[in-house]
């Protein structure tokens, strides 16, 4: 049982680089979710999707982006790293209707910007 | 948009002695809430949701919750903590654009 599986698990970046996460379920979900975690403020959410081809926003979403054109895949952008970046990054799924199931989520990834 | 507050960032218990951890949400209309752990290293892993009926929810570990509209409250407890239950809980609120939001978190260290 896979799950929600995030590669890279750990990345030191330069100020300036880019890199992409990625994130992939194989329990045919619809919704999938990025996540920060920083110390003292829990888990914020950057971006989400519904569905194949679709994104959204979400509280901090500015130095990011996502594409989800594979149903199982959904991919996190930094097209030019900050230090502020520094975090560790959550991807979660879940089912199509809220009230059908709990989020699932990866191991996470840890990305340290210098 | 929803969200959550867990006003006690760090709390301390001893092994066996009962446990109640504060949630306290902004939303509109009816939440959907939810308290999730996340042990050192790990994701989150679900304890227990509440989507409608009976105020009392039980979930895994022995952990039970109980919604109370009245304080928009969804506090976590326990009547008898192990050591093993030392880790982060954090309590979430759903809505119906879609979204999860969290709360900052609180870490439980349990005495021997």
């Known amino acids: 049982n896979a799950g929600v599986t995030q590669t890279p698990k750990f990345r030191v970046l330069k100020t300036g680089q880019s890199m992409t996460l990625l994130c992939a379920q194989d329990?045919?979900?619809?919704?999938m979710y990025w996540y920060r975690q920083d110390p003292g403020m829990g888990l914020r959410l950057i971006h989400y999707?519904?569905?194949?081809?679709?994104?959204a926003k979400g509280e901090v979403p500015d130095g990011y982006n996502v594409s989800r054109l594979k149903k199982q895949n959904f991919l996190l952008g930094l097209e030019s790293a900050a230090p502020s970046q520094t975090s560790v990054y959550f991807c979660?799924?879940?089912?199509?209707?809220?009230?059908?199931?709990?989020?699932?989520f990866g191991e996470g990834s840890r990305l340290t910007v210098l | 948009a929803q969200s959550v507050t867990q006003p006690d960032i760090h709390i301390t218990v001893s092994e066996g002695a009962s446990l109640e951890l504060r949630c306290n949400y902004s939303?509109?209309?009816?939440?959907?809430l939810f308290w999730y752990v996340q042990s050192p290293g790990q994701g989150l892993q679900l304890l227990l949701k509440?989507?409608?009926?009976?105020?009392l929810v039980q979930g895994i570990k022995g952990f039970e919750a109980e919604f109370k509209r009245s304080q928009s409250s969804f506090n976590l407890r326990k009547p008898s903590v192990h050591w093993s239950d030392a880790a982060e809980y954090f309590c979430a609120v759903g809505a119906g654009n879609n979204d999860m939001r969290f709360g900052a978190g609180t870490r439980l260290t349990v005495k021997p």
């Open positions: 999707s519904v569905g194949e081809g679709t994104t």
């Open positions: 509440y989507f409608s009926g009976d105020t």
């Open positions: 329990m045919n979900h619809e919704y």
């Open positions: 979660a799924s879940r089912p199509g209707q809220i009230n059908t199931g709990e989020l699932f």
């Open positions: 939303y509109g209309a009816t939440p959907y």
